[in-house]
């Protein structure tokens, strides 16, 4: 059977995480990013967020964590929690084959979806289910990728999940990244402590932090949001950069034939990317040549839409193309004249008309009657008063795409070489997904323009790397695919966001 896009994202996330654990802490915290990545595709604009509940085997709780010592060393013949393994780490699996002998896992849980159990309550239930109860949880320690969330508010579905995690009486909490929610942001820990509860956090931040850049983006409001006068740092979407280029950077041959340049494996991944952490607040976006030429739909699949369905309510039928269309994300063309939509495009047609949004610059007569005519047929126009083709112009549309009523937390950009390029150039990108196909393409359409406009000389000490990088060998399933293997290369243009990590 092939595997699903959520599957083949997951493989992804997990194939970025460090290969080598330096510690106890670390496996239980690698195995709650394990476990939230099992949310993909359906917890926005909740986080990702998975939680391990173990008791360790033979030794009291406080005699176990008070051994690794301040300093993580870990003395006697038994690992310790903060101990390093072995010069350089040890692999999970290797740590895994341990684990059953040092500890007793009681249960574990992951958020689901957005409105589902959290994952401290879902890790309750399955302990509950195991047979275990507070007694048992007084020797435990709840792992968690986030700081367990504090406050009640009307929007929120769920309880509290300090104050369940406090009547259940466990012993210790420790988590990887502090909630940058304000509403929480340390007060979950404070709240643990207070009721006497052994907390820890910062470890495995980084890797942690990685798997949640969409939701740390959303909650904190863009990084500078005590300087929101200026629309660079005002809030906006996550914005992830996907490539499909052969080994000469060419996402095109010169005739413009780029379908398909990459593989069904690689395709179903962007159909993943498409739905980020819940299509609902998700958008695709292209150029209006990339529109005009390819007439692409944009969409998730129905077969995809079904998985991303929990509860497989969603019938294929065609009275249920409106529903469908609802969960379909948004698609964003950026056309200053909006030339592209007198053609006869998907975009502008069928049910999911409703989830497209057209951006285009106010300043032609032409452009105005036709964003009149979009908005007859039910198409979102945002109308700017700055030019497309400028930074502020980008960051003007990002800043209106995550504004009601589109409220988008994550826009993944597609294409083509022009618009994706002067992303680039203004900064404006987040992370880029670099599909590569062992293949040369000779002349053929780049993939991207030049991001150093106007600049003669560009030093290779000045060029754009990326940080935190990673590459993947995409296995294709040979009976559905002739073509080359792929590779892909993922990264971080910029720092990626750490929440703070001590309290
Ligand atoms: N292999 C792949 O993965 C892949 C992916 C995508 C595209 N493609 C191929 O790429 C080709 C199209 O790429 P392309 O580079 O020619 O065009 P593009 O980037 O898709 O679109 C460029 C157009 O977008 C508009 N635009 C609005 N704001 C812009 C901005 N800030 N920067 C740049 N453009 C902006 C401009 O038109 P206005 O000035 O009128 O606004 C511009 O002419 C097609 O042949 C398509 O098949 C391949």
């Not at 740590?95 to 574990?108: I, K, N, T």
């Not at 109860?133 to 020797?139: A, C, L, S, T, V």
């Amino acid at each position: 059977m092939t595997d699903s896009p959520l599957t083949l994202l997951r493989r992804h996330y997990l194939h970025c995480l460090p290969s080598r654990l330096r510690n106890w802490h670390e496996f239980w915290l690698y195995r709650c990013l394990e476990l939230a990545l099992q949310g993909l595709g359906r917890v926005a604009p909740n986080p990702l967020v998975g939680a391990v509940l173990v008791r360790p085997r033979g030794r009291p709780l406080a005699r176990f964590l008070s051994e690794e010592g301040e300093q993580g060393q870990g003395q006697g013949p038994e690992p310790q929690p903060g101990q390093t393994t072995a010069s350089g780490g040890e692999s999970y699996s290797r740590l895994e084959a341990d684990c059953a002998r040092y500890f007793e896992v009681l249960g574990q849980g992951y958020h689901a979806a957005c409105g589902q159990l959290h994952a401290e309550a879902a890790a309750f239930a399955d302990a509950a289910r195991n047979g275990y109860g507070p007694k048992d949880f007084q020797e435990a320690i709840l792992y968690c990728n986030l700081e367990p969330c504090s406050f009640r508010a009307a929007s929120k579905k769920q309880p509290p999940c300090c104050e369940q995690v406090v009547q259940r009486r466990v012993g210790a909490v420790i988590f990887a990244n502090i909630d940058p929610n304000p509403e929480v942001a340390g007060r979950g820990a404070s709240e643990l402590r207070r009721a006497g509860l052994i907390v820890r956090s910062g470890d495995f931040a980084l890797p942690s932090a990685s798997v949640n850049q969409i939701f740390f983006r959303h909650i904190t409001g863009g990084r500078g949001r005590k300087a929101a006068d200026n629309v660079l740092n005002a809030p906006r979407p996550w914005v992830s950069l996907k490539l499909a280029q052969s080994l000469d950077a060419c996402i095109a041959t010169k005739s413009g034939d780029s379908r398909w340049i990459s593989g069904p494996k690689a395709r179903a991944m962007v159909q993943a990317l498409r739905a980020g952490h819940s299509a609902k607040y998700s958008a695709v976006t292209v150029g209006c040549s990339t529109l005009e030429a390819d007439d692409p739909s944009l969409l998730l699949r129905p077969a995809f839409l079904q998985e991303l369905s929990h509860s497989g309510e969603i019938a294929l039928s065609p009275e249920n193309q409106k529903r469908l269309a609802c969960r379909q994300p948004w698609r964003v063309v950026w056309d200053s004249q909006l030339r592209s939509s007198s053609l006869p495009l998907q975009f502008y047609s069928g049910p999911e008309r409703e989830r497209s949004i057209a951006i285009y610059h106010r300043d032609n007569p032409e452009g105005a009657e036709r964003a009149k005519v979009l908005q007859q047929k039910g198409i979102a126009a945002i109308g700017l008063e700055v030019p497309l083709h400028s930074t502020e112009g980008l960051a003007r549309g990002l800043a209106e795409l995550s504004r009601p009523p589109y409220n988008i937390q994550h826009l993944l950009l597609e294409g083509g070489a022009q618009l994706a390029g002067s992303f680039l150039a203004a900064g404006l990108v987040d992370e880029v997904y670099c599909f590569i196909s062992q293949r040369f393409i000779g002349a053929g359409l780049r993939s991207l323009q030049d991001i150093h406009p106007g600049q003669e000389r560009v030093l290779l000490s000045e060029s754009l790397q990326l940080r935190h990088n990673s590459s993947m060998r995409i296995v294709e399933d040979r009976d559905g695919w002739d073509g080359p293997e792929e590779v892909l290369c993922h990264g971080y243009p910029n720092e990626i966001f750490i929440p703070q990590t001590q309290i």
